[in-house]
């Protein structure tokens, strides 16, 4: 067996996901070889060669892998995929934009967010926005899949891998990068966070979600929303947390004003700890919750925040 | 332009869904179906595309049972032109259907494909992504903006921790995210024009396509159930179990 991990960048820097793939092939077992492609990323190559367990780093460092587009990143994998029975990448945006795209260029099916390791061709992996675990067996030659970084623990940073450079260069003349705003927030954002607060139709509406804000900054949370309160337009939908929304899985979520719909349980319902405040005590929410407050939020709230 | 959407037949988002007593699968028997939601952002999307006078048609084509050619009249009744079903009662893979779809893009020569970023049945998001890969064309994946300019689209790109903008040349592959627009309702009247727009019906042989995968389901199992615990009183019982009984605080 021998294994191909797309590492994460996040501004250049090796981005923590990597260290919870890396830990996922080792589950796979056989040699594991890191790919480093961007941009002035000698810096991520060194830090993943730290990773335990790594064999060798495989260091792409070009203009042209800036930004890790899908064309010329997809392209490059390819080049170098002859070598290996598996390639995997976290279930980040960019492995999701990635992965797919080698897959069919090696006319291979692709496994998303693979969430346990049976053996080296059969995998766990939710479906139906996690109400369902399916286990699948893949007869492909080369396995190309996702990870769900949250269901691996990271590896140490115990290792000193070799790092070889790959002169592999992609000529791309279908996209072209333009622009990148990364949210500037001082919260954590949605997907990673460690505490997560949302608001549903209980809130009232999108002023009442300065409520939930003053919390938020003081526990270092993430703020979220109920379909039901992006619907009503309480607040934009990239705030939503449910099947069609985001999945999050936090230590702690906090669901306020939200009844409990099978939508929104789907997208939050992995997270270690569930508190929910509602004033209906037969809202389906306090069904999953760990601590559930009956009353109105309106005072409960305000009460929360000085208290913390 | 002529922009072709794929939409896909699924269980219902408010659907509790049952998994099989012979973990084979999950039980759709009687379950009531819909447009998967991202396929009907992509449908909004090719529809404003076509009202903006950016695109001149629209085709809605489809890969599934017989029973899709309902999620392909509610295409046409949101106002896309004309359908095209691929008939299979396989399960198809996401490989599968873009290999399907990429025969419809030879055939249909578009300048925008639109695509769900992910159907909400098997949550594998990668179909767009395949498809570029097969039609070598770029992609535009988890769209939050598209905009037509000249031989090229600007996407703005949902990525982690932001957005992001990429130029594509045309003709390309856009996925749409959950931002990119609010789809609108059919009205009855545009239901009952749907009835009489062109859909036209074919197998995957006619295009030579294999569907059969190669991944197999083993089982489908129901995740651990998640318990209730307790109600607290007030407050401050609420911090002091977040702080000392789970320790979250």
Redesign the interface.
């Known amino acids: 067996m021998s294994i191909l991990v797309l590492a994460d960048l ?1 501004e250049g820097e090796l981005a923590a996901a990597t260290a919870h793939v890396v830990a996922a092939a080792q589950q796979i077992g056989g040699d594991i070889d890191v790919l480093i492609a961007g941009e002035g990323v000698q810096a991520a190559a060194d830090a993943a060669a730290r990773l335990e367990g790594v064999s060798r780093v495989r260091l792409a460092d070009h203009s042209v892998y800036a ?1 890790q ?3 010329p990143l ?1 392209a490059l994998i390819v080049a170098l995929a002859d070598d290996y029975t598996h390639i995997l990448s976290s279930a ?3 492995g ?10 090696k ?7 693979v969430l346990a390791i049976d053996s080296a061709d ?1 995998f766990k992996r ?15 030659a080369l396995k190309v899949m996702t990870v769900r970084t949250t269901a691996f623990d990271a590896v140490n940073e115990s290792g000193s891998a070799a790092i070889e450079t790959v002169d592999t260069v992609v000529e791309n ?11 500037q927030s001082d919260r954590p ?1 949605l ?2 966070a460690r ?1 997560v607060i949302s608001g549903g139709r209980g809130m009232g509406n999108g002023d009442n979600f300065k409520l939930l804000d003053g919390i938020a900054d003081k ?1 270092g949370a993430a703020v979220g929303a109920s379909r039901a309160a992006v619907d009503a337009g309480f607040v ?3 705030m ?1 947390v449910g ?3 985001k999945i999050v899985a936090p ?2 979520y906090i669901a306020v004003g939200i009844s409990g ?3 929104h349980l789907a997208g939050m ?1 992995d997270s ?4 929910a405040i509602n004033k209906d ?1 037969e809202a389906p929410i ?9 009353g109105d939020l309106f005072e ?1 709230l305000p ?2 925040e000085s ?2 | 332009m002529k922009i072709l959407v794929a939409v896909k037949r699924v ?1 219902d ?5 049952r ?1 099989k007593a012979d973990h084979s699968d ?1 039980d759709l028997t009687n379950v009531k179906m819909a447009m998967n ?2 396929c009907e952002i992509a449908v909004e999307e090719a529809v404003r595309l076509k009202e903006k006078g950016t695109a001149t048609e629209v085709v809605a084509v489809s890969i599934g049972p017989k029973a899709a050619q309902e999620q392909l009249r509610t295409a046409l009744a949101l106002g896309a032109d004309r359908a095209l079903h691929i008939e299979t009662d396989e399960r198809v ?3 599968a259907v ?1 290999k399907l779809l990429a025969k419809v893009v030879e055939e249909e020569q578009p300048e925008l494909v639109i695509l769900g970023k992910q159907a ?15 039609a070598n ?3 535009g ?2 769209a ?1 903006e598209v905009v037509v300019e000249g031989d090229k689209v ?1 996407v703005t ?13 045309l003709p ?1 592959i856009v996925t749409t995210d ?2 990119l627009n609010e789809p609108r309702y059919a009205k009855l009247p545009d239901i009952m024009k749907a009835k009489k727009k062109p859909l036209e019906s074919k197998a995957p042989a006619d295009y030579g396509v294999e569907v059969a ?11 651990a159930e ?1 318990k ?5 009183a ?3 019982e ?2 002091d ?2 702080k000392n009984e ?1 320790k ?2």
Do not use: C
């Open positions: 996040h930004h587009l899908a064309e997809s980040s945006t960019t999701k934009n990635v992965l797919p795209r080698v897959a069919a260029l006319d291979v099916s692709q496994i998303s967010e059969t939710p479906i139906y926005a996690g109400n369902a675990i399916a286990t699948v067996k893949s007869d492909d003349a279908q996209s072209q990068f333009v622009k990148e705003e990364l949210a954002e997907g990673g505490i526990l934009p939908n990239d939503q099947q069609t929304g230590d702690l719909a099978i939508q319902k270690k700890v569930i508190v005590d306090f069904q999953v919750a760990d601590y559930g407050l009956v409960l009460e929360l208290k913390l | 269980i988002y408010n659907v509790k869904i998994v999950v939601p991202f893979e996401s490989l873009a909400i049945d098997t949550d594998n998001n990668q179909t767009g992504q395949m498809l570029a890969a097969l064309m770029p992609q994946t988890f939050s600007n790109r949902e990525i982690d921790g932001g957005l992001q903008t990429v130029a594509l040349t390309a959950l931002r995968s190669r991944v197999s389901l083993v089982k489908v199992e129901t995740p998640r209730g615990g307790v109600k607290v007030s407050v401050d609420l911090i179990k977040l789970a979250v605080l």
